[in-house]
């Protein structure tokens, strides 16, 4: 799945993100600040990680002041260590101090997820499994959310419910009578490729290795492990494998998984393995904007 494109709208976000902290004006800033100070300002990493979004910092600080000037000097994807500097900006100082918390906020957000999905990559190295992202992200926050993914050097799954078919158990309850005939599993499988466009793929959420065998047999393209252990996982990798390779259906593992066993999920064999903690878990990475009281 490619990283989404940038949203044709990412300033009025980034905007929404500055109102809900700036109000009617910061009043602090107002009270010892002269309006025409300017400064300068590094964002700096204060603990070692993996930099996602530094490149946002001057876009959010340039909504509140077009003069603005500077830019990310870690890239996504950047490991950086303590006392490393992320991005340089100059501007007006009220600006900056505006700003501050906004930026902050975002990037050390996005870096701690990029960070979080490292530390899950370095973990599965070498076993030719893949981590993937999930939709449990932050309402209004996927886009930025799915980017630090795969600046962590992971994969995004599907960006919506509009990308791919997957089809869980909810699915199916809801979706009776089948054809006189079928079975529930392999006629929903069909039902989606009648009525999706050519190319998307469609994921089938399984219970067991007979599931597992039966979605692959009816042309899913991803078969999801549901909450199995890895002995289960290995067992039903052996069987869909004897009948199928990867390039025809991926087998993909996801739920109970952790750092402590995911690299078991990973031997098991299965080519994809997807975390919600990946965005929904994963600790800020600890930055700091620190200003030098002159234009940078």
């Known amino acids: 799945m490619d990283l989404p494109p940038v949203p044709a709208d990412l300033d009025a976000r ?5 109102a809900e902290d700036l109000g009617a004006g910061d009043v602090t800033a107002r009270c010892f600040v002269p309006r025409d100070a300017r400064s ?15 490149d946002l910092a001057l876009p959010i600080v340039r909504l509140l002041d077009p003069t603005a000037t500077g830019s990310a000097v870690a890239v996504d994807g950047t490991v950086v260590a303590p006392g490393q500097v992320v991005a340089r900006l100059a501007a007006a100082t009220p600006a900056l101090l505006a ?3 906004t930026l902050l906020n975002l990037v050390q957000h996005l870096s701690g997820i990029a960070t979080h999905t490292a530390r899950f990559v ?19 926050l996927r886009w930025f959310a799915k980017r630090a993914v795969v600046a962590g050097g992971g994969m995004n799954h599907r960006h919506g419910l509009y990308d791919q078919v997957l089809i869980k158990s909810n699915h199916l309850a809801f979706t009776r009578p089948w054809p006189l005939g079928q079975r529930p599993l392999e006629a929903a499988i069909a ?16 219970f067991d ?18 909450n199995f252990t890895p002995e289960q996982v290995a067992v039903a990798v052996g069987r869909v494998r004897a009948r199928f390779r990867p390039e025809q259906v991926a087998l993909e593992a996801s ?8 690299r078991a999920f990973a031997l098991a064999g299965v080519e994809r393995i997807s975390i919600g903690a990946l965005t929904h878990s994963a600790p800020a990475l600890d930055l700091s904007l620190r200003f030098d009281g002159a234009d940078a």
């Open 14 to 18: 980034l905007r929404t993100f500055l």
């Open 40 to 54: 300068g300002a590094a964002l700096t990493a204060k603990a070692a990680g993996v930099v996602a979004g530094a």
């Open 99 to 101: 700003a501050e918390r």
């Open 122 to 140: 370095a973990a599965v190295a070498g076993t030719g499994a893949r981590i993937l992202d999930t939709r449990k992200t932050l309402p209004g």
């Open 191 to 206: 039902a989606a490729r009648r009525q999706v466009p050519a190319g998307m793929k469609v994921e089938v959420e399984v």
């Open 209 to 226: 290795g007979d599931e597992a065998v039966r979605a692959a047999a009816a042309g899913a393209d991803y078969v999801l492990l549901d």
């Open 255 to 262: 739920g109970g998984i952790d750092l402590g066993n995911v």
